[in-house]
């Protein structure tokens, strides 16, 4: 079983891998870089990168207002002195 976060790291690799091909491509073959052009399309890697990130904070950010009674709950009880 591989974590959210692995994905995450395969695809932005992935998606360097491609813009790296594409620009040693440019300058070689330029049927290659139009068929790779359009295979990636208009995102760059930082997009996919930021995408990704925002993907991966929505669990985080759906659950804590679940979770936050007992985040407090939590703190007030390490702050009693006894």
């Known amino acids: 079983m591989k974590t959210l976060q692995y994905y995450i790291v395969q695809l932005v690799h992935n998606a360097n891998a491609l813009e790296a ?3 040693s491509s ?3 073959n330029a049927e290659i870089y139009k068929l790779l052009q359009d295979a990636a ?3 760059s890697s930082m997009t996919i990168e ?3 990130i925002l993907v991966a904070s ?4 759906v659950m804590y207002p ?3 009674k007992f985040f407090t709950q939590g703190l007030m009880v390490g702050s009693i002195k006894g």
């Open 66 to 68: 679940f979770a936050q």
């Open 41 to 43: 399309g208009p995102t």
């Open 50 to 52: 930021l995408a990704a």
């Open 26 to 28: 440019a300058a070689g």
């Open 58 to 61: 929505v669990p985080m950010v």
């Open 21 to 23: 091909l594409k620009t």
